[in-house]
């Protein structure tokens, strides 16, 4: 049996490109984007976790657009994609639902461009997403990472996504694409 998987979108505390923390602006990209991928590779909730109320205001405004407006009445699979999403204060708002949920704590794995001491490989995760012994809670930041010492307190970071060239800054869209594919799509290798 394969373990519940949940993603969550994370916008505080990160690092900007100058190397301080700071707090990201939701996007209605990654809102729309990440539960279009998310709910193909059947993640059990989306949460956009962002502490200001002011911001997961605007996140509710666009998801209730599509849920309730015109826009899902016009566009019936953003809808759905869309309905297993929720707009949370911060991390552990997100691991208390799933503990709730699933009657566990899951396991918290993050990615990152960089290698840590718990970097574990795609083929790991994907074996104990599979063996179905937790639930798993996957976490993405947003800007230039997450600060490390909330790094540090993660099970797992997931190795970086490693292209032809020296280049490695992908946006975090496709970033939840590819590492989600890794994860729970097929294993066309076998």
Same mark, same amino acid.
């Given at each position: 049996?394969?373990?519940?998987?949940?993603?969550?979108?994370?916008?505080?505390?990160?690092?900007?490109?100058? %190397?301080?923390?700071?707090?990201?602006?939701?996007?209605?990209?990654?809102?729309?984007?990440?539960?279009?991928?998310?709910?193909?590779y059947d993640i059990k909730r989306y949460f956009i976790i962002h502490p200001?109320?002011?911001?997961?205001?605007?996140?509710?405004?666009?998801?209730?657009?599509?849920?309730?407006?015109?826009?899902?009445?016009?566009?019936?699979?953003?809808?759905?994609?869309?309905?297993?999403?929720?707009?949370?204060?911060?991390?552990?708002?997100?691991?208390?639902?799933?503990?709730?949920?699933?009657?566990?704590?899951?396991?918290?794995?993050?990615?990152?461009?960089?290698?840590?001491?718990?970097?574990?490989?795609?083929?790991?995760?994907?074996?104990?997403?599979?063996?179905?012994?937790?639930?798993?809670?996957?976490?993405?930041?947003?800007?230039? %990472?997450?600060?490390?010492?909330?790094?540090?307190?993660?099970?797992?970071?997931l190795e970086p996504i490693y292209g032809p060239s020296d280049y490695n800054?992908?946006?975090?869209?496709?970033?939840?694409?590819?590492?989600l594919d890794r994860l729970l799509g097929e294993a066309w290798w076998q």
């Amino acid at each position: 049996m394969t373990a519940p998987v949940y993603l969550g979108l994370v916008h505080y505390p990160i690092y900007n490109k100058n %190397g301080a923390v700071i707090t990201t602006a939701i996007t209605n990209f990654d809102i729309h984007d990440i539960a279009r991928t998310s709910r193909t590779y059947d993640i059990k909730r989306y949460f956009i976790i962002h502490p200001h109320e002011s911001q997961a205001a605007l996140a509710k405004e666009i998801i209730e657009y599509w849920q309730d407006g015109f826009g899902g009445e016009y566009n019936p699979d953003r809808r759905e994609a869309l309905s297993i999403l929720d707009v949370v204060p911060d991390i552990a708002k997100a691991v208390q639902y799933i503990e709730d949920k699933e009657g566990a704590k899951p396991i918290i794995v993050t990615t990152d461009a960089r290698v840590y001491p718990n970097t574990v490989s795609y083929k790991k995760l994907r074996a104990e997403i599979e063996a179905g012994r937790r639930p798993c809670l996957l976490l993405f930041g947003t800007g230039f %990472g997450i600060e490390k010492t909330v790094m540090a307190q993660f099970d797992y970071i997931l190795e970086p996504i490693y292209g032809p060239s020296d280049y490695n800054h992908l946006c975090v869209r496709g970033a939840v694409a590819i590492i989600l594919d890794r994860l729970l799509g097929e294993a066309w290798w076998q």
